[in-house]
């Protein structure tokens, strides 16, 4: 089993650039195979959207002043400080970035931390952020789609060039190119049926919610990709926990052939915590 895991500042650990540093030391040198970091730009003091993951529609933060850094500046700083870990986004809000600069951002990063590089991706949910932006929520779909098609072009064809309804450019030249031969591979994240259609058309991987029904999903992503005439187990599926799993939750992944999960430990600034919790973790998943 490959596990992940990620960092959420939620208050009151802090943002701060020795904790990511050890943080990040520390997974590398324990066996994890990828940290992955969320994104959101900003939050409405208020809002009417509902968060899609949890029963009431609540985002499940204890404070709205939880930090939500860059997503990929803390990713480049511990790729400088780590050999082997590999780098996600988790997920990045594909709709609200034009597809040129994050092709360029993600393709710089891949070069620099020698091809670790993976995109997580969605589609978003909260409208109000849109709006703050001034992109068009009910448009989210078709650029989400379109942004994925753009940037494999960008990162493969010289000169590149393409053409949709919301993005438009070249013929042009974008360097550097990924390390990564077929370039950065993309995870689709969400449980919707779009974004598990998504995830069929267009995802090296799909990362579903965690405490979501995993063989109704993945009997949704078999049908999807049928449909289109592809191999599902071609997609890399991640199973997600929200804390650390048990043992009895590992083995119902395995047992659907799942071969991947993301998990978390609770964030602080105490880094010797964080170690203890790190291998605690590491012991229970890498090491069986």
Wanted: overall charge neutral.
């Amino acid at each position: 089993m490959r596990v992940g895991v990620g960092w959420f500042f939620v208050p009151p650990a802090p943002f701060d650039p020795e904790v990511i540093a050890h943080y990040a030391i520390e997974a590398d040198r324990l066996g994890f195979d990828v940290l992955s970091t969320p994104e959101h730009v900003a939050f409405p003091q208020t809002y009417a959207s509902k968060y899609p993951y949890t029963a009431d529609g609540s985002f499940p933060s204890s404070s709205d002043e939880m930090p939500f850094p860059d997503p990929l500046l803390p990713l480049a700083f511990a790729a400088a400080l780590t050999k082997r870990i590999k780098f996600s986004t988790g997920v990045i809000i594909l709709p609200q970035h034009h597809p040129l600069y994050l092709a360029k951002q993600l393709a710089t990063l891949d070069v620099l931390s020698k091809g670790r590089m993976r995109v997580g991706i969605g589609s978003g949910w909260l409208k109000e952020e849109f709006e703050a932006l001034g992109v068009d929520f009910h448009t989210r779909g078709v650029r989400t789609d379109e942004a994925i098609e753009a940037m494999r072009v960008i990162w493969r064809d010289n000169p590149s060039t393409y053409r949709g309804k919301h993005f438009n450019f070249g013929p042009l030249k974008s360097f550097p190119k990924p390390v990564q031969k077929n370039g950065i591979p993309i995870y689709v994240g969400g449980n919707s049926r779009p974004a598990i259609r998504r995830a069929a058309r267009y995802g090296d991987g799909f990362i579903p919610t965690p405490g979501v029904d995993m063989p109704a999903l993945l009997k949704q992503l078999r049908e999807e990709c049928e449909k289109i005439g592809r191999k599902h187990d071609e997609i890399d599926v991640i199973g997600g926990f929200y804390g650390a799993p048990t043992e009895d939750q590992i083995k119902r992944l395995e047992d659907l052939g799942i071969k991947a999960c993301g998990a978390g430990i609770q964030f602080t600034n105490d880094l010797g915590a964080i170690t203890r919790d790190l291998e605690k973790l590491a012991n229970l998943l890498i090491a069986r």
